[in-house]
């Protein structure tokens, strides 16, 4: 039996420990971090997007440009710099926001989701998991119908590939969500996609690890750091820690988010990566909450239910690297949420609000990587962006088919 070692255990990790386990690995999962899912995993939006695959790059985003580099868009932030990696990075990103290569992109992205939701699913039925799942659907708010029927095309797109999405007035969509009844601005469509669903991917990757080491044999390696993945006549034989002994495999696979730096220099390719930060808060539910998730594009804030906790997250701040937890955007966030739902959640001290702040590996494309690296053994399944948990079970099966084929 094949000795696999995956390096992450946030959702993309977790998912693919479950993957290779089921096609009869032997798997170890390893994070540096003391248990799983506590980076970017740990306090993400929390939606499962299946409808809403959308590649970040777009014609939309790339005419919006001006306003967001002179900072007249609250939640986006471009830190110009003189990296060359970030202008690789960058120059990509202009090419994927062309039409053509925006549909192609979310085709593709739409579709991993697909998988996902069915093997969610199929996880379900196998396993008992607690996450605060509930599959109540997601609403996206537009404030004019002009805005809604921009994006009339993608939505053709998404029809095409059967998937159900709904075009409501304020009075509709309210008498599926009352709580848009305190909604403060204009709501002129909404979009309702009524088999989304929300969960928490942090609470996911903890209970099903532990399902999986009974299940399947899983083994975890916690709080410790890989230095340097081994090898012998160019194909991958082991890992070498920090402050244990090295770890014999035959297989690896990078699922470690923005950290890249193990990778031989050959898989470092420039611009395939760039860290996009974002934040959130979770904040005890009040009587008003809302049971559907919402994405109110005007402040572009996400809102998912979890069991008696509100989630909210939002910003995306693209070109700040080493990133820091920045007080001035946090409150810009935070003002944002309680403005638009803050009679959902309960705000009234800091205490409440659980903030969190982490980076998304995002690619040009929004596609992730997902492909056989330089040394025999090794494989890539990284830059899941803001869409993770969405594509974690969907690119996991994509994995363990590539190493199928190539091991």
Not at 7 to 34: E, H, Q
Not at 41 to 66: C, E, I, T, V
Not at 343 to 369: E, I, K, Y
Request: charged fraction near 20%; glycine fraction near 8%; hydrophobic fraction near 40%.
């Amino acid at each position: 039996m094949a000795k696999v070692a995956i390096i992450g255990a946030g959702v993309v990790g977790t998912a693919s420990a479950y993957m290779l386990c089921k096609a009869g690995l032997d798997v170890t999962l390893i994070d540096r971090n003391p248990g799983p899912a506590q980076g970017a995993s740990r306090a993400n939006g929390a939606q499962l997007s299946y409808a809403y695959g959308d590649a970040l790059a777009s014609p939309s985003f790339l005419a919006h440009m001006p306003e967001i580099l002179l900072k007249r868009d609250p939640a986006y932030r471009v830190r110009l710099q003189a990296d060359p990696e970030f202008l690789i990075w960058g120059l990509r990103f202009l090419f994927n926001s062309l039409q053509s290569r925006f549909i192609a992109n979310t085709r593709y992205l739409l579709q991993m989701a697909a998988e996902t939701s069915d093997l969610l699913g199929d996880v379900l039925k196998e396993f008992d998991l607690s996450f605060d799942y509930q599959s109540s659907g997601k609403m996206i708010l537009y404030s004019t119908a002009a805005a809604c029927q921009a994006t009339a095309g993608t939505r053709r797109l998404k029809q095409s590939m059967g998937i159900r999405q709904e075009v409501l007035d304020r009075s509709g969509a309210t008498a599926i969500e009352p709580a848009l009844a305190h909604y403060p601005d204009e709501i002129a469509r909404v979009i309702y996609s009524e088999g989304d669903a929300a969960g928490r991917p942090d609470v996911f990757c903890t209970t099903f690890i532990e399902r999986l080491r009974e299940r399947y044999g899983l083994k975890t390696i916690f709080g410790e750091e890989v230095e340097k993945i081994l090898s012998h006549a160019g194909r991958v034989s082991g890992l070498a820690f920090r402050s244990r002994e090295p770890l014999a495999c035959d297989l690896a696979v990078a699922a470690s988010g923005c950290s890249t730096e193990l990778l031989p220099w050959r898989d470092r390719l420039p611009g395939a990566l760039w860290p996009v930060q974002g934040y959130s808060i979770s904040a005890p539910a009040t009587e008003k909450a809302m049971r559907v998730s919402i994405t109110d594009l005007q402040r572009k804030i996400v809102f998912a239910r979890l069991g008696n906790t509100i989630r909210a997250a939002g910003l995306a701040d693209i070109g700040a690297r080493p990133y820091h937890f920045n007080g001035e955007r946090f409150e810009s966030f935070r003002s944002a949420a309680v403005e638009a739902f803050g009679q959902s959640f309960a705000h009234s001290s800091n205490a409440d609000l659980n903030a969190w702040s982490g980076v998304r590996p995002c690619t040009p494309s929004s596609r992730p990587l997902i492909r056989p690296g330089s040394l025999k053994g090794l494989y890539l399944n990284l830059g899941h962006g803001t869409l993770g948990w969405t594509l974690c079970l969907g690119s996991a099966k994509r994995l363990a088919t590539v190493i199928k084929e190539t091991k």
